[in-house]
Nanobody
């Protein structure tokens, strides 16, 4: 089992930056990819970005490319999401998730989930 705990959410103005953290504990060798998903009010949960546990390869959803950066600190079992140039439409609950079966970064593929952290982009 893998436990995931997110932190770093909050209120930020449009154009601002925020860094989310996801601390993994438990059987941290039990997943092949870990990343971020988000769910905006009234919308479906969607993939944001993932990083492979083996080679560090990354995936980004098209709307996040160039603005968001995923990284990991293996010594701390922590994954980060640096979010820049934030827009009001980035407002959502951001979830950390891990895939224990493969490297696919997709909603249906993730079998470990954190409880989420709220990011609000507003003036």
């Amino acid at each position: 089992q893998v436990q995931l705990v997110e932190s770093g959410g909050g209120l930020v103005q449009p154009g601002g930056s925020l860094r989310l953290s996801c601390a993994a504990s438990g059987s941290t060798s039990a997943y092949y990819a870990i990343g971020w998903f988000r769910q905006a009010p009234g919308k479906e949960r969607e993939a944001v970005s993932c990083i492979s546990s083996s080679d560090g390869s990354t995936y980004y959803a098209d709307s996040m490319k160039g603005r968001f950066t995923i990284s990991r600190d293996n010594a701390k079992n922590t994954v980060y999401l640096q979010m820049n140039s934030l827009k009001p439409e980035d407002t959502a609950v951001y979830y950390c998730a891990a895939n224990g079966r493969g490297t696919l970064c997709a909603l249906s593929a993730m079998n470990y989930w954190g409880k989420g952290t709220l990011v609000t982009v507003s003036t």
